[in-house]
């Protein structure tokens, strides 16, 4: 809408002052009018950008549209993931994981093996053609066989030949008995040979792994592991204590055994570092209704297994849950703050009782109205209402204090 303005007659009208740029540079910038009445806040509604027109040239302001980017889903790139709502209805920052990348070459199979019966009978067979070998010559001791109540044979001398056989019986012995091994529920054997990984045996009972190999038992069982007391922060800075409890086992275990140098070691590292980002988001105690705290412990121990779980992949562990079990503050500022919470608590008390005063104190009022026992003075009705507030809020603050 333009304006005009009349000027008295027989004035002469006044030329505009010139312009003065404070800065040299200083240039225009057009913004469309339909910019400043969008109504799309929704997370996924595109965003137009104004970009501005260079100078000298004529041109009019151009409009960008930002598309989604495809490879993460992000509502624009560079931007931040919208904040999750927890459960009680507050909103929680988003946490970004940036886990260890796995090595790809490390990657769990079945390792060579065969069942144990094999390995003793092959050791038995050995071991029976050596005893042949030696009764044939008459090797064997007198004394041997007089235990068992046999007369050997004359000793004939052990020829080039006979002594090949007998090598080569010793040697298929002990390459049979020696790679017997007992597998156990709940363990597992990494296999290497000279650094290079050749399996993973899982089977339990009597089997037979060959004894040039190095065996390396991992523990595949369900395990829990709890933490000691952790200081960490909350997200206005208060310092805190800590205790967390992981469930947990080793699901590929070239990457425990072979991927990092001590995977329970690493897991605990990793327990502490997550625990201090995930806490670090949100306060402890917000006296404010509808905020997201530390004190909703199954939203805080979802978020803080998701991120355990995804750092923890890398070495071969899965993590199950991992729940803090112990959140209190540290004993620097413990005092104060248990005396901020009993504040916190007595006003959010006062304010539901003197809401029940009120309304307690405006129905009583209405009805003695409407039934005439008080006359519609603004004085009168005053003096009414201030009486009963005081013997209401004395009323229901005395039952409240009284058990």
């Given at each position: 809408?333009?304006?005009?303005?009349?000027?008295?007659?027989?004035?002469?009208?006044?030329?505009?002052?010139?312009?003065?740029?404070?800065?040299?540079?200083?240039?225009?910038?057009?913004?469309?009018?339909?910019?400043?009445?969008?109504?799309?806040?929704?997370?996924?509604?595109?965003?137009?950008?104004?970009?501005?027109?260079?100078?000298?040239t004529g041109e009019q302001p151009k409009v960008v549209q930002h598309e989604p980017s495809a490879d993460t889903g992000d509502p624009h790139p560079g931007e931040s993931a919208p904040q999750n709502p927890d459960r009680s209805g507050g909103r929680q920052p988003a946490?970004?994981?940036?886990?260890?990348?796995?090595?790809?070459?490390?990657?769990?199979?079945?390792?060579?093996?065969?069942?144990?019966?094999?390995?003793?009978?092959?050791?038995?067979?050995?071991?029976?053609?050596?005893?042949?070998?030696?009764?044939?010559?008459?090797?064997?001791?007198?004394?041997?066989?007089?235990?068992?109540?046999?007369?050997?044979?004359?000793?004939?001398?052990?020829?080039?030949?006979?002594?090949?056989?007998?090598?080569?019986?010793?040697?298929?012995?002990?390459?049979?008995?020696?790679?017997?091994?007992?597998?156990?529920?709940?363990?597992?054997?990494?296999?290497?040979?000279?650094?290079?990984?050749?399996?993973?045996?899982?089977?339990?009972?009597?089997?037979?792994?060959?004894?040039?190999?190095?065996?390396?038992?991992?523990?595949?069982?369900?395990?829990?592991?709890?933490?000691?007391?952790?200081?960490?922060?909350?997200?206005?800075?208060?310092?805190?204590?800590?205790?967390?409890?992981?469930?947990?086992?080793?699901?590929?275990?070239?990457?425990?055994?072979?991927?990092?140098?001590?995977?329970?070691?690493?897991?605990?590292?990793?327990?502490?570092?997550?625990?201090?980002?995930?806490?670090?988001?949100?306060?402890?105690?917000?006296?404010?209704?509808?905020?997201?705290?530390?004190?909703?412990?199954?939203?805080?121990?979802?978020?803080?297994?998701?991120?355990?779980?995804?750092?923890?992949?890398?070495?071969?562990?899965?993590?199950?849950?991992?729940?803090?079990v112990v959140i209190e503050y540290a004993p620097e500022v413990a005092a104060a703050m248990q005396r901020r919470r009993v504040a916190a608590i007595d006003a959010k008390h006062r304010e539901v009782v003197l809401t029940s005063v009120v309304d307690a104190v405006d129905?009583?009022?209405?009805?003695?109205?409407?039934?005439?026992?008080?006359?519609?003075?603004?004085?009168?009705?005053?003096?009414?209402?201030?009486?009963?507030?005081?013997?209401?809020?004395?009323?229901?603050?005395?039952?409240?204090?009284?058990?």
């Amino acid at each position: 809408m333009n304006t005009t303005t009349s000027e008295p007659e027989g004035t002469v009208p006044s030329e505009s002052p010139r312009r003065n740029f404070v800065i040299a540079s200083e240039t225009t910038t057009e913004i469309p009018v339909h910019l400043l009445f969008r109504d799309d806040t929704g997370p996924r509604a595109l965003r137009p950008a104004v970009v501005a027109r260079r100078q000298g040239t004529g041109e009019q302001p151009k409009v960008v549209q930002h598309e989604p980017s495809a490879d993460t889903g992000d509502p624009h790139p560079g931007e931040s993931a919208p904040q999750n709502p927890d459960r009680s209805g507050g909103r929680q920052p988003a946490v970004h994981n940036r886990p260890a990348p796995p090595d790809p070459e490390l990657t769990e199979r079945p390792g060579p093996v065969l069942p144990g019966w094999t390995a003793l009978v092959a050791g038995g067979c050995s071991l029976a053609g050596i005893g042949a070998v030696l009764w044939g010559t008459g090797a064997v001791p007198g004394a041997l066989a007089a235990v068992f109540g046999l007369t050997p044979p004359p000793y004939r001398g052990i020829g080039i030949w006979l002594w090949c056989l007998l090598t080569l019986g010793v040697i298929l012995a002990l390459f049979s008995l020696g790679g017997l091994g007992r597998g156990l529920a709940g363990r597992a054997w990494v296999l290497t040979l000279c650094g290079d990984y050749r399996g993973t045996v899982r089977r339990t009972g009597l089997v037979w792994v060959s004894p040039l190999v190095l065996r390396r038992q991992i523990d595949v069982r369900v395990r829990h592991w709890r933490s000691g007391p952790m200081p960490v922060v909350d997200a206005e800075g208060t310092p805190l204590r800590t205790v967390v409890l992981v469930v947990w086992r080793v699901k590929d275990t070239v990457r425990a055994a072979l991927g990092v140098a001590d995977h329970e070691a690493y897991l605990g590292e990793q327990v502490e570092a997550a625990t201090a980002r995930v806490l670090s988001q949100l306060p402890t105690d917000a006296f404010l209704p509808g905020v997201a705290t530390l004190r909703d412990a199954e939203a805080v121990g979802d978020r803080l297994t998701r991120m355990l779980a995804a750092e923890c992949e890398a070495v071969g562990i899965e993590v199950f849950s991992a729940q803090p079990v112990v959140i209190e503050y540290a004993p620097e500022v413990a005092a104060a703050m248990q005396r901020r919470r009993v504040a916190a608590i007595d006003a959010k008390h006062r304010e539901v009782v003197l809401t029940s005063v009120v309304d307690a104190v405006d129905e009583t009022v209405g009805r003695l109205t409407e039934r005439g026992l008080v006359e519609p003075d603004d004085y009168e009705r005053k003096a009414l209402v201030k009486d009963l507030t005081v013997a209401f809020y004395t009323g229901r603050a005395g039952a409240v204090e009284a058990p």
